[in-house]
C-alpha cells in the first residue's frame, strides 16, 4: 500500500501572508489539527499546526520566563521567541523544516517518518506541488480497511497450517520445533512450549495476521524457570 492508496486529496491550506487569527478558525471550521501552507504555486512552504498557536500573547498563554532562564535563552532566543508569540501572519509562526514523502511512498515508510520525527502528518508533493497529505487518521483508516478485507482466494486448512508454519519458522525469537498448530475451518489452534509471556504473545499475533485465519485458540505453556539452570 502506498501513499496515494490512503492520502487526503481534498485539501486545505493557507498561505505564508494568511493571519494568524483565520488558521485558528480554519482549523476549528474544518476540524483539523494542522494546515500544510503554501506558496502561489502550490508548493508546500510550511505547515502550521494548533502546537504553533498554543503559546499567544493575546490568549495570555505566552510564556512567563524567571530571569535566569531569560539569560540562558539569550537575546536571540528571547527575539525568537517574541516573534512566534506576538506574529500576526503564518509565514512567522509556521514550521519551515517539512518532513514530506511522494505519492509512491510505501505506508510503512510514511509511518515511520511520523514516528521518528513525532509529527502528526506528512505532506505528499509530486514535481514540487501538494498533491495530498498522511496523517495518523488516514493510518488508522487504512487499518480499518484491511481488517474488513478478505483474502481475494480462500486458502484450505493444509494451506493455511503450511503458511503459518513457514512464517514460525523464519521468526528469531521462537524455537518452533517446540511448537505445533492445526487448523480447523480457519481456526487455529497453538500448542508446544515458550519461554515467556512476551514469546507466547509474538506467536499468537503472527498466526492472526496470516491471510485467512479467522481465530486462534492459544494452548501454549510458558516454560517454567529452574532455579540455578
Given at each position: 500500500?502506498?501513499?496515494?492508496?490512503?492520502?487526503?486529496?481534498?485539501?486545505?491550506?493557507?498561505?505564508?501572508?494568511?493571519?494568524?487569527?483565520?488558521?485558528?478558525?480554519?482549523?476549528?471550521?474544518?476540524r483539523?489539527?494542522?494546515?500544510?501552507v503554501?506558496?502561489p504555486?502550490?508548493?508546500?512552504?510550511?505547515?502550521?499546526?494548533?502546537?504553533?498557536?498554543?503559546?499567544?500573547?493575546?490568549?495570555?498563554?505566552?510564556?512567563?520566563?524567571?530571569?535566569?532562564?531569560?539569560?540562558?535563552?539569550?537575546?536571540?532566543g528571547?527575539?525568537?521567541?517574541?516573534?512566534?508569540?506576538?506574529?500576526?501572519?503564518?509565514?512567522?509562526?509556521?514550521t519551515?523544516?517539512?518532513?514530506?514523502?511522494?505519492?509512491?511512498?510505501?505506508?510503512?515508510?510514511?509511518?515511520s517518518?511520523?514516528?521518528?520525527?513525532?509529527?502528526?502528518?506528512?505532506?505528499?508533493?509530486?514535481?514540487?506541488?501538494?498533491?495530498?497529505?498522511?496523517?495518523?487518521?488516514?493510518?488508522?483508516?487504512?487499518l480499518?480497511?484491511?481488517?474488513?478485507?478478505?483474502?481475494?482466494?480462500?486458502?484450505?486448512?493444509?494451506?493455511?497450517?503450511?503458511?503459518?508454519t513457514?512464517?514460525?519458522?523464519?521468526?528469531?525469537?521462537?524455537?518452533?520445533?517446540?511448537?505445533?498448530?492445526?487448523?480447523?475451518?480457519?481456526?487455529?489452534?497453538?500448542?508446544?512450549?515458550?519461554?515467556?509471556?512476551?514469546?507466547?504473545?509474538?506467536?499468537?499475533?503472527?498466526?492472526?495476521?496470516?491471510?485467512?485465519?479467522?481465530?486462534?485458540?492459544?494452548?501454549?505453556?510458558?516454560?517454567?524457570?529452574?532455579?540455578?539452570?
Open positions: 500500500m502506498k501513499a496515494s492508496d490512503i492520502m487526503t486529496t481534498t485539501l486545505v491550506t493557507v498561505t505564508p501572508d494568511t493571519s494568524v487569527a483565520d488558521v485558528a478558525a480554519i482549523l476549528l471550521e474544518n483539523i489539527s494542522g494546515v500544510p503554501v506558496d504555486a502550490g508548493r508546500p512552504v510550511g505547515i502550521v499546526s494548533e502546537g504553533d498557536l498554543v503559546r499567544r500573547a493575546e490568549a495570555g498563554t505566552g510564556h512567563e520566563r524567571s530571569w535566569w532562564l531569560k539569560l540562558l535563552m539569550g537575546r536571540e528571547l527575539a525568537a521567541e517574541f516573534v512566534k508569540e506576538h506574529a500576526r501572519r503564518v509565514a512567522d509562526v509556521m519551515r523544516e517539512l518532513v514530506t514523502a511522494t505519492p509512491d511512498t510505501p505506508v510503512a515508510e510514511i509511518a517518518l511520523l514516528e521518528r520525527h513525532r509529527i502528526k502528518r506528512v505532506p505528499i508533493v509530486k514535481d514540487g506541488r501538494l498533491v495530498g497529505i498522511v496523517s495518523r487518521a488516514n493510518l488508522l483508516h487504512a480499518a480497511t484491511l481488517r474488513r478485507q478478505t483474502p481475494a482466494n480462500p486458502v484450505t486448512d493444509a494451506e493455511l497450517r503450511t503458511a503459518i513457514a512464517r514460525l519458522e523464519s521468526e528469531p525469537w521462537l524455537s518452533p520445533n517446540l511448537v505445533n498448530v492445526t487448523v480447523t475451518d480457519g481456526v487455529v489452534d497453538a500448542w508446544g512450549v515458550v519461554d515467556s509471556l512476551a514469546e507466547k504473545q509474538a506467536l499468537r499475533v503472527a498466526i492472526e495476521e496470516t491471510p485467512g485465519v479467522q481465530a486462534v485458540n492459544d494452548n501454549l505453556v510458558i516454560r517454567p524457570v529452574v532455579a540455578g539452570v
